[in-house]
């Protein structure tokens, strides 16, 4: 399954992106009501999609939810949460038997309403062109996801455990992500208990150990940021980044270092502290080459 992430980069959606729609949210929300109607008007004129509006307070209710997608769409924020936000509204019309057609014509709508609100709105051709084509990006990443569904229905009827399959998979999800939460609160303790022992070898330092409080507090300090690099990572694989290995790679070459400086306190044979160097130089070797080929995938 794919992370908003993953399919913001097959669409070429970039932060710049998302700020661009961000400033449009105030023009959105004030044509937001001349929208539903257009949508409502289109959505009673067809027989098929007419019979899902059954009732004043059925259709209220659509209206508000409608408008609600079609502001959020300008929400700035594009994470993993909006994902499964859009896949509930595709199952939502696939649960219902909303023909996938009437998902793709009103969209198309929505797609003209919005071109034409941007050319009302901004003399400046090139602007609009530029403003254009981000409302197009984001508007064709909720037809992905909401399409999405539709093939999921089809896998339905080929395998007859998918839908055991499918609760296996989002417990899997959920716990992984439980997993990633602990995880997270694990590492700002183990961050807190580095503090403290910064502070305690600063106190070597002023007791009259100047060398070896010096050294020690260095590589506590390689500690704290170990420490940050695995917060850091942690937080953008909860909001949906992909596993960054060159973070680990990198913890460890500074435990490596971290170790060289306790070996020099020590006075450790030279054999050791030769194995600590030609261990450190090897690790140096394999982040220059897992960043290489990370900087090659990204401009492939």
């Given at each position: 399954m794919l992370t908003m992430q993953e399919i913001k980069s097959h669409y070429f959606f970039t932060d710049e992106d998302a700020e661009t729609l961000k400033s449009l949210r105030p023009l959105a929300e004030t044509n937001a009501d001349l929208l539903i109607d257009e949508f409502y008007d289109n959505l009673l004129g067809v027989p098929e999609t007419a019979g899902f509006l059954n009732g004043d307070p059925v259709l209220e209710r659509l209206k508000q939810k409608h408008r609600f997608w079609f502001i959020n769409l300008f929400c700035?924020?594009?994470?993993?949460?909006?994902?499964?936000?859009?896949?509930?509204?595709?199952?939502?019309?696939?649960?219902?038997?909303?023909?996938?057609?009437?998902?793709?014509?009103?969209?198309?709508?929505?797609?003209?309403?919005?071109?034409?609100?941007?050319?009302?709105?901004?003399?400046?051709?090139?602007?609009?062109?530029?403003?254009?084509?981000?409302?197009?990006?984001?508007?064709?990443?909720?037809?992905?996801?909401?399409?999405?569904?539709?093939?999921e229905e089809e896998l339905k009827k080929v395998f007859i455990s998918h839908r055991f399959e499918s609760n296996l998979i989002r417990a899997a999800e959920r716990f992984t992500y439980g997993l990633n939460l602990i995880l997270v609160v694990a590492l700002m303790g183990a961050s807190i208990s580095v503090v403290g022992l910064f502070i305690s070898d600063i106190?070597?330092?002023?007791?009259?150990?100047?060398?070896?409080?010096?050294?020690?507090?260095?590589?506590?300090?390689?500690?704290?940021?170990?420490?940050v690099e695995l917060m850091e990572n942690e937080i953008k694989a909860l909001k949906g980044a992909k596993f960054n290995i060159l973070v680990f790679v990198g913890v460890v070459i500074v435990a490596i270092i971290r170790e060289i400086l306790i070996s020099t306190i020590r006075h450790d044979p030279l054999t050791t502290q030769a194995f600590l160097a030609g261990t450190l130089l090897i690790l140096g070797v394999v982040y220059f080459l897992v960043a290489k080929s990370q900087n090659t995938s990204s401009l492939s």
């Open positions: 700035g924020v594009y994470d993993n949460q909006y994902l499964h936000n859009l896949q509930r509204v595709g199952h939502v019309h696939v649960k219902i038997g909303l023909n996938a057609h009437y998902v793709n014509s009103a969209m198309h709508l929505v797609r003209r309403f919005v071109v034409n609100m941007i050319r009302e709105n901004f003399a400046d051709r090139e602007e609009r062109r530029k403003k254009t084509e981000v409302v197009e990006k984001i508007i064709d990443i909720n037809l992905d996801i909401m399409s999405a569904s539709y093939m106190i070597h330092v002023f007791s009259g150990n100047l060398e070896k409080g010096i050294l020690a507090a260095l590589g506590t300090l390689l500690i704290l940021w170990m420490m």
